[in-house]
């Protein structure tokens, strides 16, 4: 993998990937400008989700279970003191889906947090607790 970001003398800073995808980045600095972008630490929480969901997705069709929506909220704590670094993250995923059930949608999210998911390892071997849930709507 190579990526690269650039700054060009004012926010947003772009990130690009070999694939020539773009990412933008922001922070707000201005307080009577706020940002347009998430922030990196934001994306990294979004990422957690994304990472995690997407596997979800995968386990689910191969058991056969038809996945209409899904929807991750995550919330986290940070230090206090700089480096803030996330120290706990709660993740509630939401499934709607005609025929998974519960214990379906359960053993998915688990094997995607503990086995499958490269983001939930990295962010939990840096220390940080990741708990979830998992709901049907």
């Keep these: 993998m190579l990526v690269s970001v650039t700054y060009n003398g004012k926010l947003p800073l772009v990130g ?3 694939k020539k995808q773009k990412t933008r980045f922001d922070a707000t600095l201005d307080p009577a ?10 994306v990294v929480l979004e990422s957690v989700a994304a990472c995690s ?3 979800i997705i995968m386990i689910l069709g191969k058991k056969k ?3 209409v929506a899904i929807r991750a909220d995550v ?11 996330f120290t706990s ?17 359960r053993k998915a999210v688990e094997l995607s947090i503990d086995k ?3 983001v939930a390892a990295m962010i939990r071997n840096s220390g940080c607790s990741i708990t979830w849930s998992a709901e049907l709507a």
């Design 16 to 18: 690009s990937n070999e």
């Design 33 to 42: 400008a706020p940002a347009k972008y998430a922030s990196p630490m934001d």
């Design 53 to 55: 969901m997407m596997d």
């Design 65 to 67: 279970k038809e996945v």
């Design 75 to 85: 919330e986290a704590e940070r230090a206090e003191t700089h480096p803030r670094v």
């Design 89 to 105: 993250i709660r993740i509630v995923y939401t499934l709607t889906s005609p025929d998974c059930r519960a214990v379906d949608f």
């Design 116 to 118: 499958y998911c490269s």
